[in-house]
């Protein structure tokens, strides 16, 4: 079955540091997101990324916050400067349409710990 | 702010029981509704959607859904310790489409 797979699993970065957290989407999926969970919280939109531009973005995805889709395959959330509060899963999501009953599926997760 | 409210429990139900998790949601125009499961440590799990009012079946799993009330739910029947995870709630707009807004969680624990 045809899955979203990220890279990497786990990841510890100094504060400060840049990350790039890759994703493969399934593979005639149009859209494209990325969610955070803090340990304990909510799952959180981010943004989501369609025809190589940004849909739409949550108040989260500052700055701070970039993604790009530098060739036909990957889906990439580069955070520039990391700080503590980014400490986070970061799940990569995609599905086929934006149509009502639009089902979305969601990717392993990165683990990200800022130290 | 939109919010999507759920119990986060745990709710504990012996095996073979039927599990009933509830949500509410506050933005009228939401109208597409799902259920995931989320195992610790692990990403969500689509269970299934529905956007009509009513019920939906899908095996052991029925989704509730009545708009005027702003409420969903999910009834898991003959419930296994296999189904003892966080179910998460999620609601969407289709010209929206991707940006879930997720409850809380409602961490249900079967007893074997």
């Known amino acids: 079955e045809p899955e979203v797979t990220q890279t990497p699993s786990h990841q510890v970065t100094q504060m400060g540091q840049e990350v790039i957290l890759r994703c493969v989407p399934i593979?005639?999926?149009?859209?494209f997101y990325w969610y955070r969970q803090i340990l304990g919280q909510k799952v959180e939109f981010l943004v989501s990324f369609y025809n190589n531009e940004i849909s739409e973005k949550s108040e989260i995805f500052d700055d701070q916050f970039s993604v790009e889709r530098p060739d036909g395959s990957n889906f990439t959330l580069k955070i520039r400067s990391t700080k503590l509060e980014d400490s986070a899963m970061y799940f990569c999501?995609?599905?086929?349409?934006?149509?009502?009953?639009?089902?979305?599926?969601f990717g392993e997760g990165s683990w990200l710990t800022v130290v | 702010q939109k919010e999507v409210e759920q119990n986060s429990g745990p709710l504990s139900v012996p095996e073979g029981a039927i599990a009933s998790l509830n949500c509410t949601y506050s933005d009228r125009g939401s109208q597409s509704f799902f259920w995931y499961r989320q195992y610790s440590g692990k990403s969500p799990e689509l269970i299934m959607f529905i956007y009509s009012n009513g019920d939906k079946e899908d095996g052991r799993f029925t989704a509730q859904l009545n708009k005027a009330s702003q409420y969903v739910s999910l009834l898991i029947r003959d419930s296994q310790p296999s189904d003892s995870a966080t179910y998460l709630c999620a609601v969407g707009h289709y010209n929206q489409g991707g940006k879930l807004i997720f409850g809380q969680g409602t961490e249900l624990s079967v007893k074997p």
């Open positions: 999501a995609s599905s086929p349409t934006r149509d009502i009953g639009n089902t979305i599926y």
């Open positions: 593979s005639n999926h149009l859209y």
